[in-house]
């Protein structure tokens, strides 16, 4: 199906409970025997890419998704005093060590992977992909006001779906000759649309809404351009999910197997070129 040296990369984007999709991206192409020789992820694409780096079954990771959803998110919240954040995320990391079984290196993963960030004083971008793997996912999903920020060779950072919400840049880097990007960002008119059309009444936001939104509005600014370089591009339907809608799990982690079967015969078509 491809030549021997071809080396496949995934880029896993940002999107809070939408990025529960990619876990239905990854199922679809095992199904089809597609094999990922590394991963790059920013923010929820970096906690489903770590877990899959390592190693763990698809169908533990959905099992973790829909458990996880099932529990209320105040459960996993630490309140911290508001420095830096309002939750300081220990027992999000706590979860997610016990999850990959330790705090593991990046040296330690059975895929090459990694995972962005964002520098919060300067802006810029921040690879991570030594040391431990857990601190690196911890920063990639530090959202700007919610989770304190994370110190990391003495920079301070958050969310990498500020400055690069779909990371197909870093896998050119790793070296990556052939890549699938899944975007998971979708057009906020888009959701405005919807909740139009089913003719629902539009809520006033709470604060939590409206940090997600804005960050959301970055993101998608920022997301054409990271796209460019990608030789497939897929992106489940997941407008009708909000950023906080980890309950809907299932319903995302499926649109995420729908649209990659959609785009399983133009990976192979490609592969095959």
């Not at 809070?16 to 239905?24: D, Q, S, T």
């Not at 709470?206 to 960050?215: A, E, R, W, Y």
Request: glycine share 10%; hydrophobic share 45%; aromatic share 4%.
């Amino acid at each position: 199906m491809r030549k021997k040296k071809t080396k496949i990369g995934l880029a896993l984007g940002s999107g809070a409970a939408r990025g529960l999709a990619h876990i239905g991206v990854l199922e679809a192409l095992e199904k089809e025997d597609i094999p990922i020789d590394m991963i790059a992820g920013t923010s929820a694409g970096a906690l489903v890419g770590a877990l899959y780096a390592q190693g763990k079954d698809i169908s533990l990771l959905e099992n973790l998704a829909i458990d996880l959803g099932s529990k209320r998110f105040a459960l996993l919240a630490d309140p911290a005093l508001p420095r830096t954040g309002l939750i300081q995320g220990r027992r999000i990391k706590e979860v997610l060590k016990s999850i990959v079984g330790g705090d593991i290196g990046f040296g330690d993963l059975r895929i090459p992977f990694a995972c962005v960030a964002t520098d919060v004083e300067t802006g810029e971008e921040v690879v991570i992909n030594q040391g431990s793997v857990l601190e690196g996912v911890r920063a990639s999903i530090s959202i700007p006001v919610i989770f304190t920020v994370v110190r990391w060779k003495g920079r301070y950072l958050v969310d990498g779906g500020l400055v690069n919400p779909v990371p197909v840049s870093v896998l050119k880097r790793m070296g990556a000759d052939f890549i699938i990007a899944v975007n998971v960002t979708p057009d906020a008119r888009e959701r405005i649309h919807q909740v139009s059309e089913e003719g629902l009444e539009a809520k006033e936001p709470n604060i939590f809404n409206v940090i997600m939104q804005t960050i959301h509005i970055a993101a998608y600014q920022a997301v054409k351009s990271s796209l460019v370089g990608a030789d497939v591009i897929i992106e489940p339907q997941v407008t009708h999910i909000g950023w906080g809608d980890f309950h809907r799990a299932p319903e995302c982690i499926l649109q995420g197997e729908l649209a990659t079967q959609g785009s399983i015969s133009e990976i192979k078509r490609k592969l095959a070129d």
